[in-house]
């Protein structure tokens, strides 16, 4: 393969399935994190033990390829990956070699440019190495057989990423997909990468950085491994293909081993296990229930409601605010919905370290809320203080504003008397805005609202002081 440019990086990502069982036997994806407490003859191998393939973790595979517009394989079939290895007690991994699920898809960045996908294939995930002093420093290993055939989606992607800030953007592409598809559970699933990375100047050999997790991990790992490369060949030094780790702590990547070979493995057919036809029926059953992808939200946003691109893109990455925006804007203008759906609501849930479905905040209560401030009924400061009490417990909004007599002052009059007041209190400002301070006339505002509770709306209050203090 030619290259042209001065980085080339191909991204071999591992997705954990968000099943309920392993891929091969009933033993439980999640729960019991005592070591080696979730397992069976099957997922350790013992001798006489049969795989089971799990159908939901299939359909949840075939889904990927679908949001990814990948050509699905009409077999399904399973390899034996040879290894010798304590992460895999019976010596093999079962995984896809020569016919994977799918291939030829692609998923499209930011920036609108599209990294083809060379294939998506199942595996069983190895159990967990754990090093008590650390990978190089550990004298011994500890081996934990509860992740042992957990089902993977393993996604190979063709080497046009040309930075590290477009394998961290893929990732991210990536993770929004899988979480629209409700397969993957970003808080109980593993989602690690295997980058592998080459420079211009040393003839694109490569160097495969192994287990990386962690979006921000991919992107410091491959800024490190670029550095470290263009510096050895600057030193005259010849690089080798090889396989490296990353240390996050110290920020650097080391020489594992040279690079395998796909017939080191030594691929078989696993005779455990049949072929298994995906029908067309099948297939087409499954789109049937595929729910609407961020990119097609993006789309909606921008033309049918009027977003801005860059305000449609931040919501519909987020499964949960995009489907609760596209609800609110139904009976509200969509403009203010996403302002409010976007930055306060967002800004709560940030805050008190929820996401929307760890709430009571339903699409009916931003509709009444967003309402009020639509009918003038209450300040927008009012509005703030309301969803942040929402986030706590869900309330009848529209019944709270009037027990807590938070109704908007629009008494014209009223509001003159208070800016009477304030303008009395503070002679100060008053002179420093005469003189040409614009900002000095906040102070006054400020005055005012804390006499009105937070109830006013600053533009009248802050007309009306303009036109007493002329």
Not at 244 to 269: H, M, N, Q
């Amino acid at each position: 393969m030619k290259f042209n440019s001065d980085i080339v990086i191909g991204l071999e990502i591992h997705c954990e399935l968000a099943t309920k069982s392993k891929l091969f036997c009933g033993c439980a994806r999640s729960g019991s994190n005592e070591p080696n407490s979730r397992t069976c003859p099957t997922c350790l191998g013992h001798p006489g033990s049969k795989p089971v393939l799990n159908k939901k973790a299939v359909e949840f595979a075939i889904k990927l390829a679908l949001a990814t517009n990948s050509k699905i394989t009409k077999e399904l079939i399973f390899s034996r990956k040879s290894y010798f290895y304590p992460d895999m007690a019976k010596n093999y991994q079962i995984s896809q070699y020569e016919i994977p699920l799918a291939t030829e898809g692609s998923i499209k960045l930011g920036s609108g440019k599209e990294i083809s996908l060379t294939r998506i294939h199942m595996e069983e995930d190895p159990a967990a190495l754990v090093h008590p002093s650390g990978m190089r420093e550990s004298k011994f290993v500890l081996v934990d057989y509860n992740r042992s055939g957990d089902p993977l989606v393993e996604v190979v992607t063709n080497p046009d990423m040309t930075s590290p800030e477009e394998a961290r953007d893929f990732m991210n592409q990536l993770i929004t997909i899988l979480q629209y598809l409700e397969i993957f559970d970003i808080n109980n699933c593993i989602i690690k990468a295997d980058a592998n990375i080459s420079i211009k100047e040393s003839g694109y050999i490569r160097a495969e950085i192994k287990n990386v997790t962690g979006f921000k991990d991919i992107e410091r790992a491959l800024k490190y491994e670029v550095a470290r490369q263009k510096e050895e060949v600057k030193e005259g030094k010849t690089l080798k293909q090889e396989t490296r780790a990353w240390d996050s702590e110290k920020g650097i990547t080391f020489s594992l081993r040279t690079k395998e070979t796909e017939a080191d493995y030594g691929y078989i057919v696993d005779p455990d296990l049949v072929k298994i036809d995906l029908t067309k029926e099948w297939i087409s059953e499954i789109k049937k229930n595929m729910p609407e992808l961020a990119h097609e939200k993006l789309a909606k946003f921008t033309k049918q409601h009027g977003l801005t691109e860059e305000m449609a893109r931040i919501i519909s990455k987020d499964k949960e605010l995009a489907e609760m925006f596209e609800a609110v804007s139904t009976a509200i203008d969509p403009e203010l919905a996403a302002k409010w759906i976007r930055r306060e609501l967002t800004r709560v849930l940030n805050y008190n370290k929820k996401k929307l479905n760890e709430t009571g905040i339903k699409d009916i209560h931003m509709i009444d809320l967003l309402k009020l401030i639509e009918e003038n009924k209450i300040t927008e400061t009012t509005a703030q203080r309301i969803i942040e009490k929402l986030v706590e417990s869900s309330f009848d909004i529209k019944e709270y504003v009037k027990k807590q007599g938070l109704e908007a002052v629009s008494d014209v009059r009223g509001l003159e008397k208070l800016c009477k007041e304030a303008i009395d209190e503070a002679p100060k400002a008053v002179e420093e805005y005469s003189s040409g301070k614009e900002k000095a006339l906040n102070f006054v505002v400020g005055i005012v609202m804390k006499k009105t509770k937070g109830k006013a709306k600053p533009d009248e209050v802050n007309k009306i002081l303009k036109d007493l203090i002329k």
